[in-house]
């Protein structure tokens, strides 16, 4: 969608943010993209760039202007990334460990982002130069179900799916300790108030995290859960299960290496995180309506072959 689009204040509209109330006229766009098009000047009232917050009147008539997306500066790379399902509009990909999903904080190359712009033609632009496409992320040493946008249509739909948390995500976690066979975590969740890279659920106050499990199989004082994912912060599964006392194994930042040094060396969970090398995370299935046919889609992630390797090792496979 290009060009320049004339809107009216209608009756009721009056009072309303000016980005809600694009987001509303102008379903086509995604949320984000509509906030870039206000900070780079394409909206107005009255012949002057108005900002996101401001308030609509009656009587109003806003134009926006739609530039051709900008042709991203990422260069296409070919990185091996199964695809699970694909159609017109979106597509899962089966995003291996050790991959970070988009550019950002020094990292410019090797990413989903820029194996994507290998297979999908026409993705550069869709959401973002920087992310094109990105619906949510996955943490770069966990594996697994990926969706992405192909369409700004697709995004807008998936990105509203998501907020309304009509998106079943599971994972499988391999943690130490001894949890209960299951269990609900429902938290406030916000910045660790020490180590800014972690994030926490011992906090007095900030966004509500829910996160339910149970135990699929215990061994070696290790227990294998299949983790429910009900609202999507950052770092969330880790924190959480970390906060409770059964950290990842293999986690860095949230304690799981700590809790391995001190365990025998041919202790079988230290010996299976070792050779794990990674925090013990899989996102294992992803089920969502589809954003245009609302036909629901369900896509399962096989165990990569590392953690498959963990569970052998525990006597657990």
Avoid at 245 to 260: A, I, M, Q, S, T
């Amino acid at each position: 969608m290009t060009g320049v689009v004339l809107l009216d204040v209608e009756p009721g509209e009056a009072g309303k943010r000016l980005d809600q109330l694009l987001a509303a006229r102008l379903p086509q766009l995604s949320r984000s993209r509509i906030q870039a098009l206000i900070d780079e000047g394409n909206v107005a009232v009255a012949g002057a760039s108005a900002k996101a917050s401001l308030r609509a009147k009656d009587g109003w008539r806003i134009e926006v202007r739609i530039p051709a997306p900008r042709k991203s500066k990422l260069v296409a790379e070919d990185i091996p990334l199964p695809i699970l399902y694909e159609d017109d509009h979106l597509l899962v990909v089966d995003k291996p460990a050790g991959i970070v999903v988009h550019p950002g904080a020094g990292v410019t190359s090797g990413t989903v982002v820029h194996g994507l712009l290998a297979k999908v033609r026409g993705l550069a632009g869709i959401g973002g130069e920087e992310r094109p496409g990105i619906v949510h992320r996955l943490d770069k040493d966990t594996s697994g179900c990926l969706v992405v946008a192909k369409t700004e249509p697709a995004l807008r739909g998936l990105q509203a799916s998501f907020k309304s948390r009509n998106v079943e995500k599971h994972y499988r976690a391999l943690v130490h300790g001894d949890p209960p066979a299951e269990q609900t975590l429902d938290t406030f969740f916000g910045r660790h108030p020490v180590d800014r890279k972690r994030f926490s659920s011992k906090v007095r106050e900030g966004r509500r995290a829910v996160t339910s499990f149970h135990v699929l199989a215990r061994a070696a004082s290790v227990a294998l859960l299949d983790v429910e994912l009900h609202t999507g912060r950052t770092h969330q599964i880790r924190a959480h299960l970390s906060d409770a006392g059964w950290p990842l194994l293999g986690d860095v930042l949230y304690g799981g290496v700590r809790r391995e040094a001190r365990l025998l060396r041919d202790d079988p969970a230290r010996v299976a995180a070792q050779a794990l090398g990674r925090q013990a995370l899989h996102a294992a299935t992803l089920a969502f309506p589809h954003p245009v046919t609302g036909v629901r889609i369900a896509c399962e992630a096989p165990l990569p072959d590392d953690f498959a390797l963990a569970l052998r090792m525990l006597g657990i496979a």
